[in-house]
């Protein structure tokens, strides 16, 4: 899939669909919404091939595969072509740029489903970590009220760790952007100070009544993070019946972590303690970092540094924090029934 096509003539989204000849849940797969996250292209690609070869049927229900769908950023292997297409996630009568086109195509791609399996990787090393949206609640910013079938398909996805919370938190940062510089200028500050600015793929599933996970299966490069997405992608079939394999027993105890805060990098000068890791726990008071003005970042309370990106944007987001809500020991994940 890496031909040679010249930028700017990237004009199409490929996607492959599967009706299992009984009804039952419409599952959409995605890779590569990030174009340098290819462990979900390669392990889709797999199952392509495992379809046609007749190796894997899909018995009732639909599944979807969207094996690139940021064919721009995966063309320049990069994360993103023109924005980053995880985030402002809608449609729009006159696009701005080749993401607001995807999502032209996208949108309607995921309204026509009903849950959503997400495949990306990270650049730093570490586990993979699953993130699921928000308990079951009535607010206005993301309602939601299939917590627990969200749940059930992020403990199939296999990873140890659950990281919950991102839009909530996200939504309070872009708050205190617009309310600290109202008056700054571009496009970038007016996005970055949008709650919707943080709407991403699953976050737009939820708001159009369906439900999803973003499975983060490794780092960039590493041949066991297609695995990951192999495992995670059967598992999700078999969860939902749409495959003819039971499910998978949920084997072992799961920590879940909240994401609670997030701290934007105000000066180019500002600086980290040490090289952060995601999720390398701290201290309450523990300097995570220091500002340009000396003044040290410390931490809230015990807890988890989580996305450090030390070369964050002045007036963009530097590190989240987060807490840990819960470790799920095997006996209470019985509880978790879709
Ligand atoms: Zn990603």
Sequence with gaps: ??????????????????????????????????????????AIMQLLQELD????????????????????????????GERNLNRNMATCGIPQDFEDRVANVLCPLLDAHEVLLDLHSFHTGGAPFVMVGPQNNTGTLEPFGRAAQEMQLALHTGPYRIVEGWLDTYARGAQRRAETAPTAGGRTHALVSNPNYGVGTTEYMRSRGGYGVTLECGQHDDPQAVVVARQAILHTLALLGLSASPPAPVPMGREILQLVEVTDREH???????????????????????RHSGVAVTAPADGFVVFPNPRGEVGQEWFYFARRRANLPPADLQTFKP
């Excluded at 599967?18 to 462990?39: S, Y």
């Excluded at 894997?56 to 769908?69: D, E, K, N, S, Y």
Aim: hydrophobic share 35%; glycine share 10%.
């Design 268 to 290: 180019a000068a500002d600086s980290f303690s040490r090289e952060w890791c995601s999720f390398d726990a701290v201290k309450c008071g523990e300097v995570i970092g220091t």
């Design 1 to 42: 899939m890496n031909n040679v096509t010249p930028i700017q003539t990237q004009t199409q989204l490929r996607s492959h669909t599967f009706h299992g000849l009984a009804p039952g849940p419409r599952l959409l797969v995605l890779g590569a919404v990030h174009g340098n996250e290819t462990c979900g292209t390669q």
């Design 53 to 80: 070869q007749g190796q894997l049927a899909i018995q009732r229900g639909t599944v979807t595969f969207v094996p690139v769908t940021n064919p721009l950023a995966y063309q320049l292997k990069q994360r993103s």
